[in-house]
């Protein structure tokens, strides 16, 4: 069976996810999600009353941050489409340090915090080590 087209596919649906979570940042994600009071043992009220310029702050930063996961994103689809699946020199490992630094951080930090996304994410790491795994079976 030939592996090859499976493991580009992977990681295209891995970058694909990530693009959507970006968007998820940019558009649609709260300056702080119950759980990000739960970790910080505050209240909404408090932060609101003691910190007044967080959420507005907070909300720039996660506009930024989802633009970085987008481009990501976007970047690792065009990765898996073309170096990937060519397996040009060096593709494996820019894939692997690049799924370590971006989804693999991103999942190592929502275990830390007790993330409700934690197991979600977790599974959307598995995508990018499945891609790595039918990319190193296929020779």
């Not at 996660?62 to 060096?90: D, E, H, P, Q």
């Given at each position: 069976?030939?592996?090859?087209?499976?493991?580009?596919?992977?990681l295209a649906l891995a970058g694909?996810?990530?693009?959507?979570?970006?968007?998820?940042?940019?558009?649609?994600?709260?300056?702080?999600?119950?759980?990000?009071?739960?970790?910080?043992?505050?209240?909404?009220?408090?932060?609101?009353?003691?910190?007044?310029?967080?959420?507005?702050?907070?909300?720039?930063?996660?506009?930024?941050?989802?633009?970085?996961?987008?481009?990501?994103?976007?970047?690792?689809?065009?990765?898996?489409?073309?170096?990937?699946?060519?397996?040009?020199?060096?593709?494996?490992?820019?894939?692997?340090?690049?799924?370590?630094?971006?989804?693999?951080?991103?999942?190592?930090?929502?275990?830390?915090?007790?993330?409700?996304?934690?197991?979600?994410?977790?599974?959307?790491?598995?995508?990018?080590?499945?891609?790595?795994?039918?990319?190193?079976?296929?020779?």
């Amino acid at each position: 069976m030939n592996l090859k087209p499976y493991s580009a596919s992977t990681l295209a649906l891995a970058g694909l996810i990530l693009a959507g979570m970006g968007l998820y940042f940019i558009f649609l994600r709260p300056s702080l999600l119950p759980e990000d009071l739960g970790y910080m043992g505050s209240t909404l009220q408090n932060v609101k009353e003691n910190i007044p310029g967080l959420l507005n702050w907070l909300q720039k930063i996660f506009w930024v941050m989802g633009g970085y996961i987008f481009a990501t994103g976007l970047l690792t689809i065009f990765i898996a489409m073309t170096s990937f699946r060519k397996r040009m020199k060096s593709a494996f490992i820019i894939v692997t340090i690049a799924g370590l630094t971006s989804i693999g951080f991103m999942t190592i930090v929502n275990f830390i915090i007790n993330s409700d996304f934690k197991w979600m994410l977790f599974a959307f790491s598995l995508l990018w080590l499945i891609a790595l795994i039918l990319y190193r079976s296929h020779k």
